[in-house]
């Protein structure tokens, strides 16, 4: 499996114990997704992610604590600090109607209702009640809140979200 059909869900942060537990920053807001990995892919930025099966897996707060097939010590556990843990797409919950994960949000072309490129979203900040969507491809950077009266509509599928940018933007 490509790097590139993977998302990232957490951080190595750690071994945990002696016996080649890990501890991962995770990344996840659901403890459901968590419930179902059997199976996660780790690797570097630079390097191809490597398949591991999970033989056991704790959730606490923002915490993974996992321990894996084939890391059997904490020397091994060790050479995984720093690296990225991803999952296969297809674990995720399906979301409701109209709600969205932010790997399927980034890089969609944001165009007005009338039709006017603005750009692509290129990050998103969460901000309590919203998110906020950066849009950047003209000549600066745009922000957009990612509320109705601003996000018209999202077609993932056509690549593109409509929006109704307020005054002033």
């Keep these: 499996m490509a790097k590139d059909d993977l998302l990232e869900i957490g951080e190595v942060v750690r071994p ?7 501890k991962a920053k995770s990344y996840l807001v659901s403890r459901d ?12 930025s630079k390097e191809p992610a490597v398949r591991f099966r999970v033989k056991t897996l704790q959730a606490e707060r923002k915490m993974l604590f996992m321990e ?14 720093g690296c990225q843990i ?13 709600e969205y994960y932010w790997h399927e949000l980034l890089g969609l072309q944001v165009v007005t209702e009338a ?10 900040v969460p901000a309590g009640s ?3 969507y950066v849009c950047a491809g003209g000549e600066r950077e745009i ?9 018209r509509k999202i077609d993932i599928d056509a690549g593109v ?3 109704r940018p307020l005054e002033g933007l």
Excluded: C, W, Y
């Design 33 to 44: 997704t968590v419930n179902r990995l059997d199976e996660v892919f780790i690797g570097k």
């Design 68 to 81: 894996l097939e084939g890391i059997g010590d904490v020397d091994a556990a060790a050479r995984l600090v």
């Design 115 to 124: 039709g006017q490129e603005v750009g692509r979203v290129v990050s998103i």
């Design 143 to 151: 922000l957009l809140p990612a509320i109705g009266e601003v996000i």
């Design 130 to 132: 919203h998110d906020i």
């Design 86 to 98: 991803l999952i296969s797409a297809d674990k995720l919950e399906k979301l409701p109607d109209d």
């Design 161 to 163: 979200m409509v929006v």
């Design 16 to 22: 945990h114990g002696l016996k080649g537990r890990i």
